[in-house]
């Protein structure tokens, strides 16, 4: 027995997860960022996370060209950039960056973010697994809601 992407879609979409974005930058220095739900944290010894990136986002290539990336940890009040890092067309270099402590580009005004250093990359179907070992980590605004993403939309916590 077989399910559609579809079918396996509207099920995944009962998972409610929290919403990032994750940065990097390309071989010219050039910050990037993404937005994803698919991050988790793996181990504590070593300390390492991941994160999933479809293989069809044109900017795939900065993170293959770089061994840093970010993980920002997005408040509910960050619905708007949440967006603006998810719509194919836009300028993903364009943002409130800002370098972490380990030179990495983070995001200001999150609720926490992690620098990690990146171990591996494994295939993952139409997506490449990246895992990252956390260099860095720091609640910034811990007063904050997060923003989470619930049966294909944004939710708050009540």
């Known amino acids: 027995m077989s399910i559609s992407a579809d079918e396996y879609r509207k099920v995944a979409s009962y998972f409610a997860t929290g919403v990032t974005i994750v940065t990097t930058q390309n071989a010219a220095n050039e910050a990037y960022g993404l937005t994803a739900t698919a991050f988790t944290s793996v181990s504590l010894d070593p300390l390492l996370i ?17 061994n840093q990336l970010g993980v920002n940890i997005l408040a509910a009040d960050q619905e708007d950039l949440s967006n603006h890092f998810a719509q194919s067309g836009t300028d993903r270099s364009k943002g409130p960056y800002l370098r972490g402590k380990t030179g990495v580009p983070v995001l200001a005004n999150v609720i926490a973010r992690l620098e990690c250093e990146v171990t591996a990359r494994y295939p993952g179907g139409d997506h ?10 720091e609640v910034v605004n811990p007063e904050k ?3 989470l993403f619930y049966e294909s939309r944004y939710r708050e916590l009540k």
């Open 128 to 137: 490449t697994i990246i895992m990252g070992r956390v260099e860095n980590a």
């Open 145 to 147: 809601n997060p923003l």
């Open 50 to 66: 991941l994160v999933c990136l479809s293989n069809h986002l044109s900017g795939l290539k900065a993170f293959e060209e770089s």
